[in-house]
Structure formats: C-alpha cells, structure tokens
C-alpha cells in the first residue's frame, strides 16, 4: 500500500520521476556517442590515409596493412 508520508509524497514524486528520466536521456546520449563516435573517427582516419597513400606518401602494403587495422 502506498502512504502519505514519505519522500514520494505529492511534489516528490513528479521529481523523481524527472530525475529518473534525466538519467535515461543522458545514458542514450552516452551510448549513442559511444557508437557514432567511433565511426566519425575511423572514417576520419581513412580519409587521412587514401590521402597519404594518394600522394604517395605511403607504399601499398602499408596503405592495406593500416586500412586493416582501421576497419575493425
């Protein structure tokens, strides 16, 4: 059963129920930049690399070997 007396009586209740939603959204933000992040990075990086290897900067082998590195 549920009483009136306690920390989750009337105005408590609404902010718990806030906090516990701020909590969420900022758990899917972390994971999402977690994810996305990662990938603007890596993508960063190839950009980099076909650059490098473009001007010749780099040999073949080394271009694969690190592309390899990079996409996994």
Do not use: P
Not at 24 to 31: D, N, P, Q, S
């Amino acid at each position: 059963m549920w009483h009136a007396d306690g920390m989750f009586s009337s105005g408590w209740h609404g902010l718990g129920m806030i906090i516990w939603l701020l909590i969420i959204v900022v758990v899917i933000m972390l994971i999402g930049k977690a994810i996305f992040g990662r990938s603007n990075q890596v993508s960063a990086a190839l950009e980099a690399l076909n650059e490098r290897y473009a001007n010749g900067e780099i040999s073949e082998e080394e271009y694969l070997k690190v592309k390899a590195e990079l996409e996994k």
